[in-house]
């Protein structure tokens, strides 16, 4: 088994690192502390930061396309804790599209990513008292969509490479499940077992690398398990912290893998024996990336109609 190589340590520590992506036009990773309350924009390989409070909790965004007229007022597609909205990070401006669940008390976005043709997918979950009441929900032209309900954490959201199979876990399982998967409706059809994480571990942020196989994050299980297209488990890479997040490929060719931490529920022993808890990793990986699915032009207006947002203004 080929392993990953420690590049960098970011030292930020997130309270709940996660959401992160590849911008490959600006050579850049985005990510977000959930519970912080902070987005983060970190340059490869200069390693600059830029540091944006924010007004609500983010769980996952998207950036706009370089072609969307609405880019020159805001940057990208974010899942605030309450719903949909586009979003300005420099100035807080907020465009919001739909809150699928303001009738539901203490339940908030988690999870989500754009899939192969250009949609918008996140999902719920309880925050309080865990049930089964999140949703993954679909954000395309036609409105926000309610695909898979009776989620307790959604997680792991992922494609392979032709649009066939769509991956998803609900994280206290313990299980990756692969739906098949209509490209052109963004449909789903019935459950399949996929794999099984190693026993202690729940099944976290979840990528596609260019061989097809699975790189899923092993929460409280300190580690990254990588899976063929059949679900066979093909390689086990330790990390240095117990809970890592969410994965992204990146950098010119594609073969620096970056993994978000989190500090949330560690106590002061566990501290300081996981110096590297809440930092962002940053590895040379023996893995190759795919290109990040860009993020189709919708007419956002229309799509605030459908969804029953409203404007508001940072």
Known sequence: MSELK?????????????????????????WTDIHGRFLYQLFWPSLQLNTYPLPERISCFALLNA?????SDYSMLVAFESGFALYQPATQGIFWLAKPETHLSGNRMNDGRIDRQGRFWAGTMREVNQGQTGTLYRLDQQ????????????????????SSRIYHADSPTGVIYSY???????????PQLFAKVPVGAEPDGAVIDAEDHLLCALWGGAAIARYSPSGQQTALHPLPVSQPTCLAFGGPDLDLLFVTTARQGLTEQQLEAEPD??????????????????????????LQK????DVEAG
Request: proline share 5%; aromatic share 8%.
């Open 67 to 71: 072609h969307d007229p609405m880019r």
């Open 143 to 162: 409105g926000c969509h309610a695909v898979i309900s009776g989620l307790q954490i959604p997680n792991s959201l992922c494609w392979n490479k032709n």
């Open 306 to 309: 459908n969804g029953g947002g």
């Open 180 to 190: 098949g998967f209509d490209a052109v409706q963004g449909a789903v059809s019935q």
């Open 277 to 302: 808890a809440g930092s962002l990793l940053i590895y040379q990986s023996p893995y190759q990336g795919l290109p990040e699915s860009e993020l189709a032009v919708l007419d956002w207006t229309a």
């Open 6 to 30: 420690l590049l960098h340590s970011i030292p930020l520590k997130n309270k709940l690192g996660e959401g992160i992506i590849w911008h490959g036009a600006s050579q850049s990773v985005w």
